[in-house]
């Protein structure tokens, strides 16, 4: 699915009327009947936070998402000043009109709480709030709102409109303490476009904000309902489809959001063969520069094996890592990289390093590197472990971890920057990049030059941070470093420079390299948060694009593999102190089982 900021939303909104001619409440409306529909879902028990009712299944562990037990007896609508309290207003109308059927007793239990009583409401909010009073419809100020375990709140206060870091006025503060509470207790919250107190761009949260066991979001997904505080405060989300004309939402977003990448790539081609881009329910929407997978567009991408291919048809992955003292980071990368599928996994490594991948799996051709070796001789020795993987199309090599960073990283590096094959840089190979930025910078765009193919960072936030500092401190390319409060457009010029795609691994990871648009990898935990989570990971990308994804879609599918096998963990029970590896690599077989047979919930 594509995900829009809250600027680029209301654009596209606005945009409505102008190409239909049509009043903008009738967007109000539809979000009105999608809010009623997952109100009923609630009440009759058919509960719309649960996985099965969730339009983007992005993880099965997310914070205070739980069913529901107690019986609803109220319904209070908690409304703002601005047109997400309109949205709530519309919504209180059709409960009390019984257009979606609630039990009678119930109708007479709706109440409408308003924040700043005093202001008045303007435009479409103030049109629906006027029809629900016309309805029977009963308010009251938002500072008489009780906490109840068997009430059904429903949050339309700021939605999108709330900025980080806008101080948080004590009416507010009061009713998200009362809202708050009374869901400990047992009470339901459902929350309109976004949980007040949170931002739609970021994820941000103010001091104090909702926490919603739902979230019906409208027209396009936000990036704040995914990314940080976002996760723990929105339970599970639905998007729930606006119509806007196509035309109108590409010329209105399109104008706020121009394509800044000169990749000659689209979307589309940007994925492997083997797989298919991935999805959104308005189509491809090219002005749309975000990306959220959803678990089909993954299903699409890890299609099964052809049953009469064999391992000289499933590409060489190559690892070169684990310096003395570091055989954990190379066995860890071996196990990723062999576990995803390639024919053949070699590694060179150290001789301890060895010893600790051939004790793990026999299966995984590992040779020691020899030491003390000059230049020139190591600069023939990877020529060589390179050329014996054979056709680089169907080849690619992992560089970086559990190794020194000296003079014998640079060689390694430089020359396999000039292999034709696929290459990805992680930990120390990062580092050893960042601390000569303008040579390594042209050493990447003399590969681009070359004809071959980007290679792929996989930078945790620190090693992503020294990228960042390093290509700041060049007077040339400072200024085409843009300073962005989204992390993410900031990683996409960071890639323009470098000439490389980046994975920026952290409590959620985003990619570049699909053309100009982010693609956002919401998935896993803090399980996850131990050292040899990235070398596993860094494998298994490497084990994937061997065997003909390129390295963009092996990045997404990777991160997904590791972060879901994470959250299945959790939800079975699991401690996030104790996640081992073994345990990891386990549940990522059964992912990969699921993802191959479609089965996959």
Same mark, same amino acid.
């Given at each position: 699915?594509?995900?829009?900021?809250?600027?680029?939303?209301?654009?596209?909104?606005?945009?409505?009327?102008?190409?239909?001619?049509?009043?903008?409440?009738?967007?109000?409306?539809?979000?009105?009947?999608?809010?009623?529909?997952?109100?009923?879902?609630?009440?009759?028990?058919?509960?719309?936070?649960?996985?099965?009712?969730?339009?983007?299944?992005?993880?099965?562990?997310?914070?205070?998402?739980?069913?529901?037990?107690?019986?609803?007896?109220?319904?209070?609508?908690?409304?703002?000043?601005?047109?997400?309290?309109?949205?709530?207003?519309?919504?209180?109308?059709?409960?009390?009109?019984?257009?979606?059927?609630?039990?009678?007793?119930?109708?007479?239990?709706?109440?409408?709480?308003?924040?700043?009583?005093?202001?008045?409401?303007?435009?479409?909010?103030?049109?629906?709030?006027?029809?629900?009073?016309?309805?029977?419809?009963?308010?009251?100020?938002?500072?008489?709102?009780?906490?109840?375990?068997?009430?059904?709140?429903?949050?339309?206060?700021?939605?999108?409109?709330?900025?980080?870091?806008?101080?948080?006025?004590?009416?507010?503060?009061?009713?998200?303490?009362?809202?708050?509470?009374?869901?400990?207790?047992?009470?339901?919250?459902?929350?309109?476009?976004?949980?007040?107190?949170?931002?739609?761009?970021?994820?941000?949260?103010?001091?104090?904000?909702?926490?919603?066991?739902?979230?019906?979001?409208?027209?396009?997904?936000?990036?704040?309902?995914?990314?940080?505080?976002?996760?723990?405060?929105?339970?599970?989300?639905?998007?729930?489809?606006?119509?806007?004309?196509?035309?109108?939402?590409?010329?209105?977003?399109?104008?706020?959001?121009?394509?800044?990448?000169?990749?000659?790539?689209?979307?589309?081609?940007?994925?492997?063969?083997?797989?298919?881009?991935?999805?959104?329910?308005?189509?491809?929407?090219?002005?749309?520069?975000?990306?959220?997978?959803?678990?089909?567009?993954?299903?699409?991408?890890?299609?099964?094996?052809?049953?009469?291919?064999?391992?000289?048809?499933?590409?060489?992955?190559?690892?070169?890592?684990?310096?003395?003292?570091?055989?954990?980071?190379?066995?860890?990368?071996?196990?990723?990289?062999?576990?995803?599928?390639?024919?053949?996994?070699?590694?060179?490594?150290?001789?301890?390093?060895?010893?600790?991948?051939?004790?793990?799996?026999?299966?995984?051709?590992?040779?020691?590197?020899?030491?003390?070796?000059?230049?020139?001789?190591?600069?023939?020795?990877?020529?060589?472990?390179?050329?014996?993987?054979?056709?680089?199309?169907?080849?690619?090599?992992?560089?970086?971890?559990?190794?020194?960073?000296?003079?014998?990283?640079?060689?390694?590096?430089?020359?396999?920057?000039?292999?034709?094959?696929?290459?990805?840089?992680?930990? *120390?190979? /990062? #580092?050893?990049?960042?601390? +000569?930025?303008? @040579?390594?910078?042209?050493?990447?765009?003399?590969?681009?030059? !070359? $004809?071959?193919?980007?290679?792929?960072?996989?930078?945790?936030?620190?090693?992503?941070?020294?990228?960042?500092?390093?290509?700041?401190?060049?007077?040339?390319?400072?200024?085409?470093?843009?300073?962005?409060?989204?992390?993410?457009?900031?990683?996409?010029?960071?890639?323009?420079?470098?000439?490389?795609?980046?994975?920026?691994?952290?409590?959620? *990871?985003? /990619? #570049?390299?699909?053309?100009? +648009?982010?693609? @956002?990898?919401?998935?896993?935990?803090?399980?996850?948060?131990? !050292? $040899?989570?990235?070398?596993?990971?860094?494998?298994?990308?490497?084990?994937?694009?061997?065997?003909?994804?390129?390295?963009?879609?092996?990045?997404?599918?990777?991160?997904?593999?590791?972060?879901?096998?994470?959250?299945?963990?959790?939800?079975?029970?699991?401690?996030?102190?104790?996640?081992?590896?073994?345990?990891?690599?386990?549940?990522?077989?059964?992912?990969?089982?699921?993802?191959?047979?479609?089965?996959?919930?």
């Amino acid at each position: 699915m594509f995900l829009v900021t809250a600027a680029e939303q209301r654009a596209a909104d606005a945009s409505f009327s102008k190409t239909t001619g049509l009043p903008t409440i009738l967007l109000m409306e539809q979000a009105a009947v999608a809010l009623a529909e997952a109100v009923y879902n609630i009440v009759r028990k058919t509960d719309s936070s649960t996985e099965g009712d969730c339009d983007c299944k992005i993880g099965l562990s997310r914070p205070g998402v739980r069913a529901r037990t107690r019986e609803i007896k109220n319904i209070a609508i908690l409304c703002g000043c601005g047109n997400n309290g309109g949205d709530g207003y519309a919504l209180a109308r059709h409960l009390v009109t019984d257009s979606c059927h609630l039990p009678a007793d119930l109708r007479r239990h709706i109440k409408v709480y308003e924040y700043l009583p005093q202001r008045e409401r303007l435009g479409d909010a103030a049109l629906n709030r006027s029809g629900y009073l016309l309805c029977g419809g009963e308010i009251a100020p938002l500072a008489e709102l009780t906490a109840d375990a068997t009430t059904l709140y429903v949050d339309a206060v700021w939605g999108t409109g709330y900025k980080a870091g806008r101080p948080v006025d004590a009416e507010f503060r009061a009713a998200a303490i009362t809202v708050n509470s009374a869901k400990q207790g047992g009470a339901t919250v459902l929350a309109v476009d976004i949980p007040s107190g949170l931002e739609a761009d970021t994820g941000k949260a103010s001091e104090i904000a909702i926490l919603a066991d739902s979230t019906i979001t409208f027209g396009y997904g936000k990036p704040g309902l995914y990314i940080n505080q976002g996760r723990h405060h929105c339970g599970h989300v639905k998007v729930a489809p606006l119509t806007i004309p196509l035309d109108a939402a590409k010329n209105s977003v399109g104008e706020q959001n121009p394509p800044t990448s000169t990749a000659s790539a689209t979307l589309s081609a940007s994925v492997s063969a083997k797989g298919s881009g991935f999805a959104s329910p308005y189509g491809k929407q090219p002005f749309c520069r975000r990306i959220l997978p959803e678990l089909d567009d993954f299903v699409r991408l890890l299609q099964p094996r052809q049953r009469d291919s064999y391992k000289g048809t499933n590409g060489n992955a190559a690892i070169i890592a684990g310096d003395p003292g570091m055989s954990g980071a190379a066995a860890l990368a071996a196990a990723g990289a062999w576990q995803s599928g390639p024919g053949k996994v070699f590694a060179w490594v150290s001789c301890s390093a060895e010893t600790a991948i051939l004790s793990y799996n026999p299966a995984i051709l590992a040779s020691a590197r020899p030491r003390d070796m000059t230049d020139d001789e190591l600069r023939s020795r990877v020529q060589d472990y390179l050329n014996n993987l054979g056709d680089p199309t169907k080849a690619a090599c992992l560089v970086g971890p559990g190794l020194n960073i000296n003079s014998a990283l640079e060689t390694i590096i430089e020359t396999v920057l000039a292999w034709p094959g696929q290459t990805v840089f992680d930990a *120390s190979a /990062l #580092t050893a990049l960042s601390l +000569k930025p303008a @040579y390594s910078i042209k050493l990447m765009q003399k590969r681009r030059a !070359a $004809g071959l193919s980007k290679p792929l960072f996989t930078p945790h936030l620190g090693e992503y941070k020294c990228l960042l500092k390093a290509t700041a401190a060049l007077p040339e390319k400072a200024e085409m470093l843009k300073s962005e409060s989204d992390l993410s457009l900031e990683a996409e010029s960071l890639a323009e420079i470098w000439q490389a795609n980046i994975l920026v691994k952290g409590a959620y *990871s985003f /990619l #570049t390299g699909f053309d100009d +648009k982010i693609v @956002y990898l919401p998935y896993g935990n803090s399980a996850l948060a131990h !050292a $040899g989570s990235g070398d596993l990971l860094a494998g298994t990308i490497v084990g994937l694009a061997a065997q003909g994804h390129n390295l963009p879609v092996a990045a997404a599918l990777g991160a997904f593999l590791c972060g879901r096998a994470a959250e299945i963990y959790i939800a079975n029970g699991g401690s996030p102190r104790c996640f081992f590896w073994q345990e990891q690599l386990r549940l990522m077989r059964q992912i990969m089982a699921e993802l191959e047979s479609g089965t996959m919930t």
